[in-house]
């Protein structure tokens, strides 16, 4: 399988002038400009497959393909799957079971203490990085449980912890996230006649204390998740029983009721204020749990069906309520069909469009929704991701969103170690997001453009965060005005990097001609030593440059600007004037290549893909082939592809080389074809129309295209669409 990959060592990409080879005592006095290596532009390797994550198959105890279990990645390369019913022969389970993916096998734990009952439709969250918190669920006397059983992962015990306060509604197959020390639990079903719930409650984890019960949304088998200080709520199914796209969220900033921790013996009539009561609520009683009396365990703090029952209906739940309706859009996963698995990962709800068995592999997706902006894009095809000949059962992903795995089984099972019985959690499928363009939660939280706080005293107003904001005021000063500078940098001016061929450029370029070097770019070697490690190599080494006090990068100007910048900043948002364009982003992403950076290529892969529009995409295409990032450079394509007549009228696209322009045209397959004005708007394509939605292609099958595109023979949704997304807001 071809990867991008970094270069190991960057010692090949130095080209030292004829004077280098001289001792260092002999060019103390010289003048002469170290020469660092031309991009790899010139020396453009073939295009690979780009990343295709490979099935991993699972060896030992497989379990069953067990219904409403848990499964949680908890660290290390192991996942633990508890619970769940046997989809053959309906029996429900409190089984323990490990899988080690590093040694790709499957373990029945054995576990102690206060061992739960057998449950499904529970939720398990990974807590304090070593135990797994266990919530709820339904038995096997369908009676609904709200118990919260800990399990140690290191000593495999079971304990159960003293809870205070009202409990909610025993519930099965709701969502539970855990934040700031609180378990929020939201929706699922309860009841004989399995009603819906609506509500919304949390445990804090601080005082093993519950917060009083509010009103919210009915849901059930849905995904919940904490994000920029609210709690979103997104799929599953509704009271009607059908599939739910729109998405919910809940304020919890400034609200007492969220902020404030609960104490030992709160009741639900002190939690009550006067100030909920205004809110009327005219839907049905909902009905009490079960009342089989089953507990899940001995020592099990199960409450009584007729103590959850109030004739108090509950208040909405304090803090704005959004929700937001997807009515249309070129990328919009449609809920409807194959089997869904939605998380949170840097900012984004993704969706996994996975293959179920009426479906076809062009209709599967990874499709993400940014929560700052509400719009949705395709990350990648199904057809690149999933075998159709497997079908996916659960989901699991590390706590820093970077690292996705799906379990399942092959569609028709085989007759080794007793498979042909029925399915088995038999394969993983492991998604690396990183190489899709992702973040990670915690570089995506550095990364966010507003701060949470003045960024320094002296630069209260700036976008900037901490010191940067005052590195930032030196940066490209001359000495003369009191910097300090004691660099220089010069790089090819932005005009003669951008009109030469391809084909004209050489290893050393054109760049000992001072006509087509750059103004001097001022800067502080101890910042670039700190922060550029390739740089820190070559001044330890005490080469021409730490004699000359001068450096040539041939790379553009204004790339290598940006890039100075953000070794002094730490940041490439767009703030304008001085945060990088596009454009320069993407020459960025060919350095962090040549210099191995990886932080900032996801940087850059990141917002090049978030942020893919006309005016830059043939350069962004461009750049992603130089720098080795497949996933970016197709994705720029099918861009290009799809609005085409608007890009090759982009001076972007005017100064690509000849060889460049030849492998952008090269991207469409054999059979594709322009499609424009009349045709184009019969058959829909006009306003990012869809094929299938708007009109079919002659030949029947889905397609897309963009206000002037062209199409291929299998061409599916296209990644990006100009207008604006059709929504409801409520």
């Known amino acids: 399988m071809a990867q991008p990959s970094f270069s190991s060592g960057l010692s090949s990409t130095i080209t030292p002038t004829a004077a280098t080879s001289a001792t260092p005592n002999s060019m103390s006095s010289s003048n002469n400009t170290f020469l660092m290596s031309a991009s790899p532009v ?429 590195l930032a005021k030196t940066f490209d000063q001359p000495p003369d005005t009191g910097s300090g500078a004691d660099f220089v940098i010069t790089a090819e001016r932005d005009d003669d990097i951008d009109l030469v061929d391809d084909a004209s450029m050489t290893e050393s370029g054109d760049s000992n001609n001072p006509a087509n070097t750059s103004s001097p770019i001022h800067v502080h070697k101890l910042i670039l030593q700190a922060r550029w490690p390739h740089f820190a190599r070559l001044w330890a080494s005490q080469m021409l440059e730490f004699h000359t006090k001068k450096m040539h990068i041939p790379e553009p100007y204004s790339a290598v600007r940006s890039f100075l910048y953000y070794l002094y900043t730490d940041s490439i948002a767009p703030h304008p004037p001085y945060g990088p364009s596009l454009n320069d982003v993407a020459g960025m992403l060919v350095m962090a290549n040549i210099y191995d950076m990886p932080r900032l290529r996801l940087l850059c892969v990141n917002r090049l893909g978030k942020e893919l529009e006309v005016e830059h995409a043939a350069v962004i295409w461009e750049r992603a082939g130089t720098a080795g990032e497949e996933w970016l450079k197709r994705r720029a394509a099918s861009f290009c592809m799809l609005h085409w007549g608007r890009v090759v009228r982009t001076n972007g696209f005017r100064c690509l080389g000849r060889k460049s322009l030849m492998e952008l045209c090269e991207e469409v397959d054999t059979e594709g074809r322009v499609v424009g004005g009349d045709e184009l708007e019969v058959l829909g394509g006009l306003g990012g129309g869809r094929f299938g939605v708007g009109g079919t292609g002659r030949d029947g099958r889905k397609r897309s295209v963009g206000s002037a595109g062209v199409l291929g023979a299998g061409d599916e949704d296209g990644e990006e669409d100009g207008e604006e997304e059709g929504m409801e807001l409520n």
């Open 42 to 470: 010139r020396n453009r390797k073939a295009a690979n497959d780009g990343y295709k994550p490979k099935i991993i198959s699972t060896i030992g105890a497989k379990p069953a393909c067990l219904v409403n279990a848990s499964v949680t990645y908890v660290g290390n390369d192991q996942i633990y799957a508890f619970g769940g019913f046997d989809q053959y022969t309906d029996e429900v389970y409190n089984h323990v079971l490990r899988l080690n993916l590093a040694s790709r096998q499957w373990n029945l734990v054995d576990n102690y203490g206060d061992i739960p009952g057998v449950r499904m439709g529970h939720t398990a969250n990974l807590w304090q990085g070593d135990k797994l918190l266990v919530y709820g669920g339904e038995n096997e006397h369908r009676a609904y449980l709200s118990d919260v059983i800990i399990f140690d992962l290191k000593t495999a015990h079971w304990t159960q912890p003293e809870l205070n306060g009202p409990a909610p509604r025993g519930r099965a197959r709701h969502s539970a996230v855990i934040h700031d020390e609180k378990l929020y639990i939201t929706g699922g079903m309860t009841g004989h006649d399995s009603y819906v719930l609506d509500d919304i409650c949390y445990l804090d984890l601080k005082t093993w204390t519950w917060s009083r019960t509010w009103r919210f949304v009915p849901r059930y088998d849905h995904t919940s998740w904490i994000w920029n200080g609210r709690i979103w709520i997104f799929g599953g199914l509704g009271e009607d029983m059908e599939r739910m796209s729109e998405i919910w969220w809940l304020d919890l900033r400034g609200s007492p009721a969220f902020d404030t921790p609960m104490t030992y013996g709160t009741n639900d009539r002190q939690l009550t204020a006067s100030r909920f009561q205004r809110y009327p609520f005219n839907g049905p009683t909902q009905p009490a749990t079960g009342s089989t009396g089953y507990v899940a365990n001995s020592s099990s703090v199960q409450s009584n069906p007729s103590q959850l029952s109030t004739a108090r209906s509950p208040p909405v739940a304090p803090g704005p309520i959004s929700s937001l309706k997807f009515v249309s859009s070129p990328n919009l996963p449609t809920q409807a069909l194959g089997t869904h698995f939605h998380v949170y990962s840097s900012g984004c709800l993704l969706d996994f469009v996975t293959p179920a068995s009426i479906m076809s592999s062009f209709e599967t997706s990874l499709s993400a929704l940014d929560l700052d902006t509400l719009r949705w894009q395709k990350l990648a095809d199904g057809k690149d991701l999933f075998n159709p000949s497997y079908r996916w059962h659960y989901c699991a992903m590390n706590e820093d969103g970077t690292q996705a795995w799906l379990l399942g089984c092959p569609n028709e099972p085989t007759n080794n170690a007793g498979d042909a019985t029925g399915e088995y959690l038999s394969d993983v499928l492991p998604i690396d997001l990183r190489k899709l363009g992702l973040l990670g939660n915690s570089l995506a939280l550095e990364s966010r453009s507003e701060p949470k706080m003045p960024s320094s005293d002296a630069n209260i107003s700036s976008y900037l965060t901490g010191i940067g904001a005052d």
